[in-house]
């Protein structure tokens, strides 16, 4: 299965109920990947099922989104070569997707904050936070959360 990580759902209740569909999936032996801002969704059941369309099959939210169901293991094939493909093709031009295994394996990568005192809750609740007691500053997991995400409290670029 191919959805939206956990995080970037909209609500805090989301983020809990999505994170504990994806471990239950995964604790069935279901592959869960994850691709940022991602629209389209996707699940290939044993090679043979395929879903795919907008609708967020764990967050169960947007009524009048789609999906179609296709039973046909030469579709689940050409839509797996193209999630392939554009995997490929992001790890082009994004390094840190470029590790053996892609983002899930790939080494935690820090995003440094410039986050006032308080804001500090509020950095750890949202984006999960971390403080580094070296460069006293706070930092997030750049596999994870998003330049987009973290927007609000990034540093000024120094050019």
């Known amino acids: 299965m191919t959805t939206r ?10 983020v809990t109920r999505v994170s504990g569909l994806v471990e239950e999936l995964r604790s069935y032996g ?4 994850f ?11 044993d090679g043979t099922i395929l879903w795919h369309g907008s609708l967020n ?4 939210t947007g009524p009048t989104d789609l999906m179609m169901r296709l039973t046909d ?4 094939e050409r839509v797996g070569r193209v999630i392939e493909r ?21 080494p ?8 006032p005192f308080e804001d500090n809750n509020e950095v750890k609740k949202r984006l999960k ?3 580094d007691p070296e460069r006293r500053a706070w930092y997030v997991d750049a596999n994870k959360v998003s330049r987009e995400q973290a927007a609000r409290w990034l540093p000024p670029r120094q050019e």
């Open 5 to 14: 990580d956990p995080e970037e759902q909209s609500t805090d209740a989301a």
């Open 30 to 33: 279901c592959v869960v990947e």
């Open 35 to 45: 691709r940022e801002r991602m629209h389209e969704k996707v699940l290939i059941l």
């Open 57 to 60: 099959l764990l967050a169960n």
């Open 73 to 76: 293991p030469v579709a689940c």
């Open 86 to 106: 554009a995997r490929k093709e992001r790890a082009a031009w994004n390094p840190r997707l470029r590790e053996p295994g892609g983002p899930q394996s790939a």
């Open 108 to 115: 935690a990568t820090r995003l440094y904050l410039d986050v």
């Open 129 to 131: 936070a971390r403080w």
